[in-house]
């Protein structure tokens, strides 16, 4: 199987570049996986979405993004969120906390959704 070069960026940092084998990514359209060879694509990144990066030994790194866009051409792909979390860093109860606050606004409940998606995506062994 081919590899791509993939990015992972926030406004704040690079969060991962490197070679993966499939880039998973929630747009405003859907669901949709990448390939090496897919065909050229700009989307847009939902607030609170999941992306999953299957890297070439393997690895999966998922990290919560929060609006921004991705380019896709044959052999890459640019991730450039607003912002961006690896699930790993994520504090959990801390989400759902703003979750549960009825006063938190509809910026803090997108980013604590996607982080918590983050966290579930990265517990299961499926993409």
Same mark, same amino acid.
């Given at each position: ?10 406004i704040?940092?690079?969060?991962w ?8 990514a929630q747009?405003?359209e859907g669901q ?8 050229? =694509?700009l989307g847009?990144l %939902?607030?609170?979405?999941?992306? @999953?990066?299957v890297?070439?030994?393997g690895?999966?790194?998922? /990290? !919560?993004?929060n609006?921004?866009f991705?380019? =896709?051409?044959?052999a890459? %792909?640019?991730?450039?969120?607003? @912002? ?9 109860? /801390? !989400?759902?906390?703003?979750l ?13 959704t ?8 990265a ?5």
């Amino acid at each position: 199987m081919a590899d791509m070069s993939v990015d992972l960026v926030s406004i704040e940092r690079r969060l991962w570049s490197g070679t993966a084998s499939f880039v998973s990514a929630q747009t405003t359209e859907g669901q949709i996986g990448i390939l090496h060879g897919h065909e050229p =694509v700009l989307g847009q990144l %939902v607030e609170g979405g999941v992306v @999953t990066i299957v890297g070439t030994e393997g690895e999966r790194i998922v /990290a !919560a993004v929060n609006g921004g866009f991705f380019s =896709v051409t044959g052999a890459t %792909v640019r991730i450039l969120a607003e @912002t961006a979390d690896f699930a790993g860093d994520v504090d959990v109860d /801390a !989400a759902r906390a703003v979750l549960a606050d009825p006063n938190a606004t509809e910026q803090e409940r997108n980013m604590a959704t996607g982080r918590v998606r983050a966290v579930e995506a990265a517990g299961s062994s499926s993409i």
